[in-house]
Each structure stands twice: as structure tokens, then as C-alpha cells.
């Protein structure tokens, strides 16, 4: 059984920085892509970012393209997405995947385990 556990989210005011973090455990995920997606309230999950098994390749939204980065240490079997320059419209829930492919998509439905999500406060 796979679990993935998110952290680092919280209140932080436009113009600042989070970073989170996605723990796994159950399961090596070094031969997966991992990605973050985000909700808010009535919409659905969007895509934010994700990354191949290797981390040799990244992609990300067009909303967050050049402040966000996310990264991956496989010895860890941990995800992380640093968000810089964070705005109003940053506030969200968000979630880590995992895919059972090792190079992802921007797509939820390709996606085949999440985490619980920690939300993230943007305050103008």
C-alpha cells in the first residue's frame, strides 16, 4: 500500500516563499513520475508541475512557470516543490501523485496515488 504524505504548507503573505514536501512510503518510487496538482474550492484539480523518475525532466503550468520548481530525491522517495514569488491566486490545496509510469503527465486521470494534500495561504 502506498502513502504519501504532504508538508510544508501554511500562511504566507504575496511576494513570499513555501516549500513543500510529498514523503512516500510502501513502495520505491524511484521508476515513477511524481507530480502537484491544486484545488480550490468548487474546481476541479489542476495540474501544477511534475517530474520524471530521474528528474531529468520537469514541467509546469503556465501560471507558475519561473516561480516554482520542483524537484525529487529518490533516496528519500521524497517530491518537493519550492514556490517562490507566491500570489493570491497560489491559494489552494495541494496535492501530490504519484504515476505508475516513469515519465508522467499533466493529467490526473494518469495518476495513481495521492496524498491527503496541505493547503497553502496566500494573503495579499
Known amino acids: 500500500q502506498v502513502s504519501l504524505v504532504e508538508s510544508g504548507g501554511g500562511l504566507v503573505q504575496a511576494g513570499g516563499s513555501l516549500r513543500l514536501s510529498c514523503a512516500a512510503s510502501g513502495r520505491t518510487m524511484s521508476s515513477y513520475a511524481m507530480a502537484w496538482f491544486r484545488q480550490t474550492p468548487g474546481k476541479e484539480r489542476d495540474f501544477v508541475a511534475g517530474?520524471?523518475?530521474?528528474?531529468?525532466?520537469?514541467y509546469y503550468a503556465d501560471s507558475v512557470k519561473g516561480r516554482f520548481t520542483i524537484s525529487r530525491d529518490n533516496a528519500k522517495n521524497t517530491v518537493y516543490l519550492q514556490m517562490n514569488s507566491l500570489k493570491p491566486d497560489d491559494t489552494a490545496v495541494y496535492y501530490c501523485a504519484v504515476a505508475l509510469d516513469p515519465l508522467g503527465s499533466r493529467l490526473g486521470t494518469e495518476y495513481d496515488y495521492w496524498g491527503q494534500g496541505t493547503q497553502v495561504t496566500v494573503s495579499s
Open positions: 517530474i520524471s523518475w530521474s528528474g531529468g525532466t520537469t
